[in-house]
């Protein structure tokens, strides 16, 4: 297992749409790829509170996880539908995003996602393959594109991220250090 966004996470590989607005990145994963493990920040989940979890993945599926708070909340989501157990967005945010800066925790993910580095688990967008609001869930699903009927965030970013992503050929490109877009 890996941890997820450290450097450690070799198996990242997603299509990317990128907001020139708000310095986001984010993509949907190839649908199986994911081999992680983390702990992950406060979420407010259907209006009730998660803390203090973490989610386990292996071959992309989500096979484990614990909550100290809101275990059922986490538990009802997960098991929505198979494809609630796999990886429907990875998001990049930079700490230095003007939300993140006011160092506050909105517990509202249109806030929140845009303060810090998330994943999703469920659904994934569409609109991030070529041509993909065209294509049939079928022909997505082909392509590695997640469906579900859920789509939950759960922020993973922090002043002191590492992300590293793999390029075609191999070789290993910084993204992130420590927390901010690397050079």
């Known amino acids: 297992m890996y941890g997820l966004g450290r450097k450690s996470d070799r198996d990242r590989?997603?299509?990317?749409?990128?907001?020139?607005?708000?310095?986001v990145l984010y993509g949907t994963p190839a649908h199986?790829?994911?081999r992680c493990g983390a702990q992950y920040q406060a979420s407010v989940l259907r209006g009730k509170l998660v803390d203090n979890f973490s989610l386990t993945f292996h071959e992309g599926r989500l096979v484990d996880f614990t909550a100290e708070v809101g275990h059922d909340v986490l538990?009802?989501?997960i098991?929505?539908?198979?494809g609630a157990r796999y990886l429907g967005e990875v998001a990049l945010v930079p700490h230095s995003s003007p939300i993140s800066q006011t160092g506050l925790t909105f517990y509202h993910t249109l806030f929140d996602e845009n303060a810090s580095c998330h994943i999703?688990?469920?659904?994934?967008?569409?609109?991030?393959q070529r041509g993909g609001a065209e294509m049939s869930k079928e022909d997505l699903l082909q392509r590695g594109v997640n469906s579900s009927m859920v789509h939950v965030d759960?922020?993973?970013?922090?002043a002191e991220l590492d992300i590293d992503a793999q390029t075609r050929s191999?070789?290993?490109i910084p993204l992130f250090r420590q927390g901010e877009w690397a050079d």
């Open 170 to 172: 191999g070789e290993w």
């Open 13 to 23: 590989r997603c299509n990317r749409t990128k907001h020139p607005h708000r310095g």
């Open 32 to 34: 199986g790829c994911e």
């Open 154 to 158: 759960f922020m993973i970013g922090s």
């Open 79 to 82: 098991t929505t539908d198979e």
């Open 120 to 128: 999703a688990l469920g659904a994934a967008y569409p609109i991030n």
């Open 75 to 77: 538990e009802s989501i």
